[in-house]
Nanobody, 118 residues
């Protein structure tokens, strides 16, 4: 069993920055693939970014590439998402996810709201 708790969301103006955190517990975090997803009102949940267990590999959705950066601190069992140059269309609930392989996520956090005002 893995518990994931996101934090760091809030209201930010367009062009601003926010850093999300996801604290993990319950399993050896350092061997898991971690990812961020988001869900905007009335839309399906979509992939944002993922990072390998060693942090040697990261992938991003086209819509956020160059603006968002995913990272992890295995010693602290924490995942991060640095979001820069935010746009109103980035407004969503952001979720972190955990799995043993890329694309297959078994555990999800409760989500944190990010609202970008124009």
């Amino acid at each position: 069993q893995v518990q994931l708790v996101e934090s760091g969301g809030g209201l930010v103006q367009a062009g601003g920055s926010v850093r999300l955190s996801c604290a993990a517990s319950g399993r050896t975090f350092s061997r898991d693939v971690m990812a961020w997803f988001r869900q905007a009102p009335g839309k399906e949940r979509e992939f944002v970014a993922a990072i390998s267990w060693s942090a040697s590999s990261a992938v991003y959705a086209v819509s956020v590439k160059g603006r968002f950066s995913i990272s992890r601190d295995n010693a602290r069992n924490t995942l991060y998402l640095q979001m820069n140059s935010l746009k109103p269309e980035d407004t969503a609930v952001y979720y972190c996810a955990n799995g043993l392989s890329a694309g297959s996520y078994d555990y999800w956090g409760q989500g944190t709201q990010v609202t970008v005002s124009s």
